[in-house]
């Protein structure tokens, strides 16, 4: 009797969904935002955002792309990655150049912002603004900001809708319709602007 064929079956069997899971680790979650200026009803530009989980944790990159008569070319990339649900590096550059950098370092942050160093002292940091692209905040209370290195406060308004609240009293709102995002209020120094999803 030949016993070797249904233990190759059972092996089979068990390595489905190991390659089902890896295969959902390597396909990020992607999502893109045309972003609208003031009253003006065409888009000046798009926000991509990406998450991808890993077998660590999770990646999540935003890269904004605006162009307009009243704002030079602006070209923003920020990604974060988490190892095990805790914030382990992110870095925001704009055309390239490095404006914030993150990196964990044993209970504390190291921060470079705008060329100077210093440290954060935050155990782990669980929630960052990427994130809110891709999960309601439900129960949470601050949120960290990888371009400005910082946690900010966030409120939850009702019906689905939560303030984020900025340094200057500025606030950017976020709407959420079944767990996702579906357009961001931001109050930027030139005006209002907002990031719909497509």
């Known amino acids: 009797m030949n016993l070797s064929l249904p233990f190759n079956r059972i092996k ?24 609208y200026f003031g009253n003006n009803a065409n888009p000046i530009g798009t926000l991509t955002v990406k998450q991808a989980k890993t077998a660590e944790g999770r990646t999540n990159s935003m890269s904004s792309r605006i162009q307009s008569k009243l704002m030079a070319r602006m070209e923003v990339d920020i990604t974060s990655v988490f190892r095990n649900n805790v914030l382990h590096e992110s870095r925001a550059e704009r055309k390239g150049e490095l404006l914030t950098s993150v990196r964990q370092s044993g209970k504390k942050y190291v921060v470079v912002h705008k060329g100077e160093t210093r440290t954060l002292d935050l155990s782990g940091i669980i929630f960052s603004v990427g994130d809110l692209y891709f999960t309601e905040p439900e129960g949470v209370h601050s ?4 371009t400005l290195a910082r946690e900010l406060v966030i409120r939850h ?24 995002c579906t357009e961001v209020e931001v109050n930027h120094s030139l005006g209002k602007a907002r990031f719909v999803l497509r």
């Open 12 to 35: 089979i069997l068990a390595l489905v969904p190991v390659f089902y899971l890896t295969t959902a680790f390597q396909s990020p979650h992607s999502q893109i935002y045309d972003i």
């Open 143 to 146: 949120v960290f900001s990888e």
């Open 157 to 180: 308004l009702g019906n689905h809708l939560y303030e984020l609240q900025l340094p200057e009293g500025k606030r950017n709102v976020y709407h959420y319709s079944k767990g996702k």
